[in-house]
């Protein structure tokens, strides 16, 4: 008799693993196929051929940490965009313990001898780089924020379509295309290299028509006074990235998202398989912490029939107040 019942619960809960397993699949082709469903999303991923004048200053973030074999090639690439050097600030973004990163900045800093490219170091907690993004947001004077990671080769034109589509479109944000190119280089590769390309083709768009978009860690492009409304990055959130982008769908800001193969930025897969495993382990929990507390804002504020002027304070009272002392060494150089 105990085994019978057993039995049945097993078969029961093999049952309901069945069917959410078959439910997520279903998702997921439905995210990944969802550009390709009907011809007039086509133009959801085409950048323009025609730029508009230089109007918008970019503050462009640098965080590294222990990158010295890539950060002068990076440092440059960037100072290299086709945009005017007057409306573009570099801000290299380095922590105090990681002296090999800071020198190969500073050598390149002074190569280039520009003020508008600078060096940041912080010496206080914590040690991540939402933290590192907020120091530099506290110091950025361009209209527009982005971010490039220590190993990112951005297109020489990124800046110029950005200040287009931004003009063009009266937009908030710009999540360009990020691709990982090393796709034969080990067996995982390849799975990660696809994920990465139908994560931004398509995925994203569709979470931009239901309202609500985890954007990527880089190559995101945001309006500096709505940064600074946010109070920027989530300093104790592992996916600091997703967060930003649902505070950015709750109160109901401007995204375009904008996946064209020829402007994408070009990174490299994680080497080691333990190193990707890793990076999607803390995606996840940091996905899933996210989406309970933003969830639960919006139930509260739904509940509570609160106007978007209001859910607008109170995000305003979370705004980014650091108590981080900064060392003389930390001050642009």
């Known amino acids: 008799m105990s085994f019978t019942l057993l039995r049945h619960s097993l078969e029961i809960v093999y049952f309901l693993i069945t069917l959410f397993m078959t439910a997520q699949a279903v998702f997921d082709i439905r995210l990944r196929l969802f550009i390709w469903e009907a011809p007039e999303h086509a133009w959801l991923n085409r950048a323009p051929t025609v730029y508009r004048p230089s109007h918008l200053s970019f503050t462009i973030l640098l965080p590294a940490r222990h990158e010295e074999h890539v950060y002068q090639t990076t440092i440059q ?3 290299n965009l086709n945009y005017p050097k007057e409306l573009m600030q570099i801000i290299a973004i380095c922590r105090e313990d990681d002296p090999g990163t800071i020198a190969e900045a500073r050598a390149k800093i002074d190569e280039l001898g520009d003020p508008n490219v600078q060096l940041l170091v912080f010496n206080d907690q914590p040690i991540n780089k939402p933290h ?3 120091l530099g947001l506290r110091v950025a004077h361009g209209d527009v924020v982005t971010i ?3 190993e990112d080769e951005p297109h020489p034109d990124i800046l110029n379509i950005i200040n287009t589509t931004m003009l063009n479109e009266d937009v908030d944000v710009v999540q360009s295309g990020v691709q990982l190119m090393n796709h034969n280089t080990k067996w995982f590769c390849f799975l990660n290299v696809l994920e990465y390309f139908f994560w931004f083709k398509s995925s994203m768009h569709f979470f931009a028509r239901v309202g609500m978009i985890p954007l990527g860690g880089n ?3 945001v309006r500096r006074t709505i940064l600074e409304h946010l109070g920027g990055w ?3 959130c592992l996916t600091e990235d997703a967060d930003l982008g649902l505070r950015l769908s709750l109160m109901h800001a401007r995204v375009r998202i904008l996946y064209d ?3 994408v930025t070009r990174e490299e897969t994680p080497p080691a398989f333990n190193s990707l495993s890793s990076s999607v382990h803390g995606g996840i929990r940091g996905s899933f912490k ?8 919006t139930l509260k504020s739904f509940h509570s029939a609160y106007s978007l002027s ?6 305003n009272s979370r705004r980014f107040s650091p108590s981080c002392s900064l060392l003389p060494s930390s001050c642009f150089s």
């Open 77 to 79: 690439k960037v100072y």
């Open 261 to 263: 193969d020829e402007y």
């Open 310 to 315: 209001t859910y607008s304070r109170y995000l």
């Open 219 to 221: 190559t995101v492009f």
């Open 290 to 297: 996210c989406f309970l507390k933003k969830s639960g804002c």
């Open 234 to 236: 989530d300093e104790h």
């Open 132 to 134: 590192g993004l907020n």
């Open 148 to 150: 490039f990671d220590a």
